[in-house]
């Protein structure tokens, strides 16, 4: 068996709401590496094959905007479920994904779970994933979140998001290597621009060696051999389009992200009337952070409104 774990973000680039990094892990029999291939009687990569299965694919293409995120929901849900944790309410949820727990702002509410999707779906998901894995195990969904305080404070330190993004990155990838035995290979969405990671790597392990398989624009592979272990690093443009891991777990970091605003514009659109709820983005936020600053205490700016 060999350790898989797909890492992926969401939130690089809005000024309200979290940044989220997401990590799926599997173990996966010799052979086949096409997890979509392999699962393919429990899981589907397009819209017109997940009509019985689990739709697992970038995000950005599982996302309706017109119908929300029920289909992420179904298929986060199924896969949590599937292995041995059964969250009722986002809070529930982010007890099991998130290591450290987060300050409770006034803005972060509960919602029981699930909300936009029907049970008995999820229910159908999970007997899918119990059934037909054909050898792979699903081992865990981990997260962090990173609010706008904390990503102001680090942004402040490393000057760079990109840097920002591979630290929390190393986070998941430290969480990984305690939690699981044996060489691993994480397989990673590349972080803003950059497209070489070498010395960022060296520098998250004690300045052990790494070696460089492959570097490009388009996608870098490295190696990095710890006394016990081997860590293998791929990088690559559009990993969520391109693999299962990641794109699971960019399906996780966007419903999480969406339960975050989901709570942020209850809160907010609560006590301003007629404010209409944002995503968060740049195109939209200054009207709703123009709504609500009136509405800050002391520190609320720095811990509501991103540096971008």
Not at 38 to 67: E, N, P, Q, W
Not at 107 to 134: F, R
Not at 288 to 293: E, N, P, Q, S, Y
Request: aromatic share 10%.
């Amino acid at each position: 068996m060999a350790t898989i774990i797909g890492i992926d973000e969401a939130g690089y680039g809005p000024m309200l709401g979290p940044l989220i990094i997401s990590a799926a892990a599997f173990d996966v029999p010799d052979g086949e590496p096409n997890l979509w291939m392999r699962m393919k009687k429990a899981v589907a990569r397009t819209k017109r094959g997940a009509k019985k299965r689990l739709f697992v694919a970038d995000s950005k293409i599982v996302y309706d905007s017109g119908k929300g995120f029920a289909e992420i929901e179904r298929t986060i849900l199924a896969f949590v479920r599937h292995a041995g944790n059964e969250p009722q309410s986002f809070q529930q949820l982010l007890h099991t994904l998130l290591e450290t727990p987060l300050i409770p702002f006034d803005w972060w509410h509960d919602i029981a779970l699930p909300c936009a999707c029907d049970g008995e779906a999820i229910d159908a998901g999970v007997n899918l994933l119990n059934s037909h894995s054909a050898g792979v195990r699903f081992l865990a969904l981990d997260a962090q979140a990173v609010q706008a305080g904390e990503f102001n404070t680090l942004l402040a330190r490393h000057e760079n998001k990109s840097v920002l993004v591979f630290q929390q990155n190393m986070i998941l990838v430290e969480r990984a290597m305690k939690r699981f035995d044996g060489d691993i290979t994480f397989i990673c969405d590349k972080h803003g621009g950059r497209h070489y990671y070498a010395a960022l790597l060296a520098n998250n392990f004690f300045c052990r060696p790494v070696h460089s398989i492959f570097e490009s624009p388009e996608s870098s592979t490295y190696e990095v051999r710890l006394p016990d272990r081997r860590l293998f690093f791929t990088f690559m443009e559009k990993a969520d389009a391109a693999q299962l891991p990641p794109a699971l777990a960019s399906m996780a970091c966007k419903y999480l992200r969406e339960l975050f605003m989901k709570c942020f514009n209850n809160y907010w659109c609560g006590r301003v009337a007629g404010l209409e709820p944002t995503a968060g983005y740049r195109s939209d936020c200054h009207r709703f952070i123009d709504a609500i600053r009136p509405l800050f205490a002391v520190g609320d700016e720095h811990n509501t409104i991103r540096l971008c």
